[in-house]
């Protein structure tokens, strides 16, 4: 729908061209932002819509003002984009005309935004390129809705492959010192029950009036044996708003799956260790510091390209708490050492 709109668009301005004098009112009824360039690329014509989504305005005519009226442009992968490199350019020194192609926008003011461009190219009676047109459209919203829709199938792929792991070494670990099907199974539906409570948790986006140490055992209890913890926890007394403890409880999960997968709770001996601390500045703010340190698993070895999981804790304690986040791939064991900020 949006290809066809785009294109009638384009339609519509080279009938306006076709006429000696292309009035001003014309230009902004149309329903697209729309800028017209000279043969040497020279702005010359342009209508509100192109001034909204540049967030400024050029000077018409001017020589430094060629081929875009934008402050900067980008390519989709990031990389800059010269005026004089982009689609526009290229149209008026080659008369090829481009269809839905994006670019990236930036304002004055930093901000960026992906424009869907289409330009054709305007000659004369002799075949000559006398100038072209460009009828584009800011499809930011529809490019973040395609990055998050594709990161939630990328995390429901995820959480998927990791809740078929966690029960496989939850049915090994129950396994491992039962001596008769009598005792497996009522330890291993207890690790099942508490781990479809931490993905109610997950799945809520809630959690109030818990503390710290509340949401680690929640997510150790599905690997916890009593007579042999293999996880370690020590710490004050930490109340977690709704908000961090949510963020917490995914990063925890995350480490005690790679922990079940890979590390030290898919063997016997494996240990982990958790640690944690809280510190005041004489400004009164307060710091959350955090330890997780793996030990006596399978070698660890760094690895080649950062995996969604990976991702998601430096993500999750850097991006979503504003806080710091070390991940450490030591051959003894995986460590994590963090630092958050607590707030209000």
């Given at each position: ?14 009938s ?10 014309a ?34 005519g ?44 930036e ?25 072209a ?5 800011d ?26 792991a ?76 709704p ?49 997780w ?14 995996g ?8 999750t ?7 710091q ?20």
């Amino acid at each position: 729908m949006t290809v066809d709109y785009a294109n009638e668009a384009v339609s519509a301005c080279n009938s306006f061209m076709a006429l000696a004098d292309l009035h001003q009112d014309a230009m902004d009824a149309l329903p697209q932002a729309v800028y017209l360039c000279a043969g040497d690329g020279r702005v010359v014509r342009f209508n509100q819509k192109a001034v909204e989504l540049w967030g400024r305005v050029p000077r018409l005519g001017g020589p430094e003002e060629r081929f875009c009226g934008s402050y900067r442009l980008y390519r989709t992968d990031g990389t800059f984009l010269p005026h004089d490199q982009c689609p526009m350019a290229t149209a008026l020194r080659t008369g090829e005309s481009f269809h839905n192609q994006e670019v990236v926008v930036e304002r004055p003011d930093g901000q960026r935004l992906t424009a869907l461009v289409n330009i054709a190219a305007l000659k004369d009676a002799e075949g000559r390129v006398n100038g072209a047109i460009n009828c584009f459209q800011d499809i930011t919203d529809r490019k973040q809705a395609e990055d998050r829709r594709r990161n939630l199938i990328e995390e429901l792929n995820h959480r998927i492959k990791n809740t078929c792991a966690i029960v496989l070494s939850m049915a090994t670990n129950s396994a491992r010192n039962a001596a008769s099907i009598d005792e497996f199974m009522p330890r291993f539906e207890g690790r099942l029950v508490a781990l479809s409570q931490t993905h109610v948790l997950l799945n809520e986006g809630r959690q109030r009036g818990a503390t710290l140490r509340d949401l680690l055992m929640q997510q150790i209890e599905p690997f916890q044996d009593g007579d042999n913890p293999q996880v370690r926890i020590e710490g004050p007394d930490v109340e977690m708003p709704p908000r961090l403890a949510l963020a917490l409880s995914m990063v925890f999960h995350e480490l005690m799956t790679n922990a079940a997968k890979y590390g030290p709770l898919s063997v016997a001996e494996g240990q982990i260790a958790v640690a944690w601390n809280l510190l005041s500045d004489p400004e009164g703010d307060r710091t959350l510091t955090l330890q997780w340190v793996e030990r006596n698993g399978p070698p660890v070895a760094a690895p080649q390209r950062s995996g969604f999981g990976t991702r998601l804790i430096k993500r999750t304690i850097t991006g979503g708490l504003d806080g710091q986040a070390e991940l450490l791939f030591e051959p003894a064991g995986l460590q994590l050492r963090a630092s958050i900020p607590l707030r209000n």
